[in-house]
């Protein structure tokens, strides 16, 4: 864990301990902006998910027979923004918060088709209060510490090549094979296994300056990225008017970086409080609800014990078991989000990998995570000045703090195959099934049978058997869910 003898430096020095854990003021808060810049895609990408996903009654989220994509925006801005403060405020960690990447999906694909989006968000909620109250038990915090040290490193590990993966796929540098069934592999180089397109040309020249500004120790490096190549991409749709990749395959993956014609505009807030707590057991019935619960909070239960522990071993700030400082506060925070953000209508929130870009540029408290915060809170009113960073000026630094994840990948004892196999598979799985939890659940599984084999079955903590156990279930979900119901 990284501590420092200086003594503080005023007030807000001393409530977050930042001399104490070797930073500045200005560390933290150019931390906190580049992780709001590494996340505030999800202000566009959330809308564009829930947005046009019907319920049972053929409404789209926000009410109403069209989309309504600017309510959804300014309901994730303000839960991002409160919630993230609140985690640094009270866990002190640089851990920021937003709608679930994979839930929301999960929500819009699988879930509203079956019931209204307001029974929809009541299982997010009820998702999330289960979880707490886990949490308020000390049974989530006591899984946690039933994961062996190496898995923990393994699941770090995987987590960074899996940012690293988000972020070439969203720069459009490698993208998904169309008609992947009828091909050997399912991801390719560019569209047509050749880069092509002046979007990619940003992000690569991105990615080139970021090496060169971290390997010459600049501070500041990712910032300084982010927004030189935002500018350049500014510049570039100003001059070939490439447009959005559903239009042409060399267009901007998210963001089409051109300056707003309205910097400011009023939120409208209509999501907020439009959930029915128990509305879906009358939707789909009793099972059904339950295991959609059940498939929800097992992603949430483990996604956030996997970002945590990375976020904390990429700042220096994990004890010898590979626990953060103020897990319980974190944990209870993240719980938290899950149910405000059902509670306001734009899906549970959870801890942000991308809290690792912060992270890189030196973030080690949760000054970060206020700062990222209030960003947030000003995006509900600025959305469309956030608007203009498209993903390929963005996500370079993503790469890069995949890297640096990865470097941990030396405290795996590789020659010992009880762990060595249990923590290849939770690495791999993770960009390959592009789940952190798959990868988790993975290496819980394969480890915990290896020692029944191996007849070493004293040597698991209790815990981890119901847990491996409960993962059996996860990954069995879609067959069981047919047979019950």
């Given at each position: 864990m990284t501590t420092s003898t200086h003594a503080p430096r005023g007030a807000i020095d001393g409530y977050f301990k930042i001399?104490?854990?070797?930073?500045t003021v200005a560390r933290e808060v150019r931390g906190g902006v580049v992780t709001f810049f590494t996340m505030a895609y999800i202000v566009v990408l959330n809308p564009l998910i829930l947005g046009y996903a019907k319920d049972i009654d053929g409404n789209y989220l926000g009410g109403g027979s069209e989309p309504n994509l600017a309510v959804i925006a300014a309901g994730t801005a303000l839960v991002a923004g409160v919630l993230t403060i609140l985690m640094g405020a009270v866990a002190n960690f640089p851990l920021a918060i937003a709608t679930g990447l994979g839930l929301n999906a999960f929500l819009a694909v699988a879930v509203a088709s079956q019931m209204t989006w307001a029974d929809a968000m009541g299982l997010v909620v009820l998702e999330g209060l289960l979880i707490l109250v886990l949490v308020l038990t000390g049974f989530r915090k006591a899984v946690?510490?039933?994961v062996p040290a190496q898995l923990k490193v393994a699941i770090s590990v995987g987590i960074g090549l899996f940012i690293a993966l988000i972020g070439f796929v969203d720069a459009?540098?490698?993208r998904r094979i169309p008609d992947a069934a009828n091909t050997t592999v399912p991801v390719q180089l560019g569209q047509t296994g050749q880069l092509a397109g002046w979007p990619v040309l940003v992000f690569v020249l991105g990615l080139l300056l970021l090496i060169g500004l971290w390997v010459r120790q600049v501070r500041g490096a990712i910032l300084i990225s982010i927004v030189v190549m935002t500018v350049v991409a500014i510049v570039v749709e100003t001059?070939?008017?490439?447009?959005a990749a559903d239009k042409s395959p060399t267009g901007w993956a998210l963001t089409v970086p051109s300056w707003p014609g309205d910097v400011f505009d009023l939120p409208d807030l209509a999501t907020l409080g439009e959930f029915s707590l128990l509305g879906s057991f009358e939707s789909v019935g009793i099972v059904s609800a339950i295991l959609l619960i059940f498939t929800l909070m097992l992603a949430d239960f483990f996604d956030t014990m996997g970002t945590m522990t990375a976020i904390g071993a990429e700042a220096g700030l994990n004890d010898e078991d590979g626990t953060p400082p103020h897990?319980?506060?974190?944990?209870i925070v993240d719980s938290l989000a899950a149910v405000a953000g059902g509670a306001a209508g734009v899906s549970s929130n959870t801890s942000y990998i991308e809290s690792a870009s912060g992270v890189g540029e030196g973030a080690r408290t949760g000054l970060a995570s206020v700062v990222t915060g209030v960003l947030f809170l000003l995006t509900v009113f600025f959305a469309p000045l956030v608007a203009i960073i498209p993903s390929e000026a963005a996500v370079p630094a993503l790469v890069l703090v995949g890297f640096l994840m990865m470097q941990q990948v030396l405290g795996i004892q590789w020659a010992d195959v009880e762990i060595a196999i249990p923590a290849f598979l939770t690495i791999v799985l993770m960009p390959f099934t592009y789940s952190i939890s798959a990868?988790?659940?993975a290496g819980f599984v394969s480890f915990v049978l290896i020692k029944l084999v191996v007849g070493k079955a004293r040597q698991v903590h209790p815990l981890l058997?119901?847990?491996?156990?409960?993962?059996?279930?996860?990954?069995?979900i879609q067959p069981l869910t047919a047979w019950l119901t």
């Open positions: 001399s104490e854990r070797g930073s946690f510490h039933a459009g540098f490698v001059i070939g008017d490439l447009g897990a319980q506060r974190i944990l990868g988790i659940g058997y119901g847990v491996a156990a409960l993962f059996v279930v996860y990954f069995a």
